[in-house]
């Protein structure tokens, strides 16, 4: 995607009040620089220590996301300068980021990502979880963690209803979780779904935060 083409996506976005992770795993440090010199300063990771190598690489102003499965042992190399984890699906994860957090003297913002697709293997915390997860004990006590909402993944197909189902259903999902968890709380309100295939639907069906990799950078390896 060229600068022109960059800044419509952008314009397109903001005016829906929707921010753009551009998705920049896989891809060279040269071209987020000129994605960053176009104006763009969010991306988007799948890897802990890739993240990291290009996190000393690029300019500091850079608020880097974590979208893929992270394993605890990872966490580390990502704690000190993360801005979002997307992708937290365990109490087990979720202990080592304000283990982490603690140690960097941080608090670090996460996403609890929800399992909304018809496919087994995507990941994400079921309904049930999620609950029993916010009211453990184990949840209560941490204090280097702050919750700022959900992201989900929908199904990998064509079919435009089952992929407008499972944003609905996160959005719904969001809205009960808020109410039961977070009623006070101004800070979790954000919804990450849509990637480059599907992301007006997900607009459409409340995110407020998309995902696009290969629309911007073009198709990955
Ligand atoms: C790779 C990835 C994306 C971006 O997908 P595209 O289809 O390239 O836009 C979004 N979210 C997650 C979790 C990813 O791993």
């Known amino acids: 995607m060229n600068t022109a083409g960059l800044h419509s996506l952008i314009d397109e976005l903001k005016q829906q009040n929707v921010q753009l992770i ?3 795993k896989t891809k060279p440090a040269e071209l987020i620089r000129e994605m960053y010199e176009a104006g763009q300063r969010v991306f988007g990771e799948n890897r802990a220590q890739e993240m990291a190598g290009k996190h000393e690489e690029l300019p500091t102003d850079i608020e880097w996301h974590m979208v893929g499965r992270l394993q605890s042992n990872k966490v580390k190399y990502i704690a000190p300068f993360v801005h979002l984890i997307h992708s937290v699906d365990s109490l087990k994860l979720l202990k080592e980021i304000d283990r982490q957090g603690a140690r960097n003297n ?3 913002s996460c996403l609890l990502q929800v399992h909304i697709a018809k496919e087994e293997t995507k990941a ?3 309904e049930n979880e999620l609950k029993e997860l916010l009211q453990s004990d ?3 006590s941490f204090e280097f963690i ?3 909402g959900l992201m989900g993944m929908a199904t990998f197909t064509n079919d435009e209803n089952i992929m407008r189902q499972e944003f609905s259903e996160l959005s719904n999902m969001f809205s009960s979780i808020k109410n039961d968890f977070f009623k006070e709380d101004l800070k979790f309100k954000e919804i990450s779904m849509g990637m ?3 992301y007006k639907i ?3 069906e409340g995110s407020t935060m998309v995902r696009i990799g290969t629309m911007i950078f073009g198709a990955r390896n």
């Open 196 to 198: 480059s295939s599907d």
């Open 124 to 126: 994400g915390l079921y």
């Open 138 to 140: 184990d949840y209560r």
């Open 106 to 108: 941080r608090i670090i």
């Open 22 to 24: 551009a998705i920049s």
């Open 202 to 204: 997900a607009i459409e």
């Open 146 to 148: 702050a919750i700022r």
